[in-house]
Nanobody
Framework: QVQLVESGGGLVQAGGSLRLSCAAS????????MGWFRQAPGKEREFVAA????????YYADSAKGRFTISRDNAKKMMYLQMNSLKPEDTAVYYC?????????????????WGQGTQVTVSS
């Protein structure tokens, strides 16, 4: 199993940047594919980005592609989401998630482990 804790959220103006971090604990972090999801008030949780267990492959939602970058450092048991050119519609609670295996998924039901979430608010 793996435990996840997100950090790095905050308030930023439109066009600004934030870097979210996900700290993992567990002896087999490198065996998990990872993902970022977000949930805005009144909305269902939606996929943002995912990365394979080794970090060699990434996948982005259309809303994130070109603006967000997902990465991981297995030696440090960390995952990151660099968010640039933020828009008000990016406002949400962002969650770090993990699933055992090499491949990633864009469906939240495929991820067994979740962090507590970190709030990102983008003002216009």
């Amino acid at each position: 199993q793996v435990q996840l804790v997100e950090s790095g959220g905050g308030l930023v103006q439109a066009g600004g940047s934030l870097r979210l971090s996900c700290a993992a604990s567990g002896r087999t972090f490198s065996s998990y594919a990872m993902g970022w999801f977000r949930q805005a008030p009144g909305k269902e949780r939606e996929f943002v980005a995912a990365i394979s267990s080794g970090g060699g492959n990434t996948y982005y939602a259309d809303s994130a592609k070109g603006r967000f970058t997902i990465s991981r450092d297995n030696a440090k048991k960390m995952m990151y989401l660099q968010m640039n050119s933020l828009k008000p519609e990016d406002t949400a609670v962002y969650y770090c998630a993990a699933r055992r295996g090499d491949v990633y998924s864009d469906s939240d039901v495929d991820y067994a482990y979740w962090g507590q979430g970190t709030q990102v608010t983008v003002s216009s």
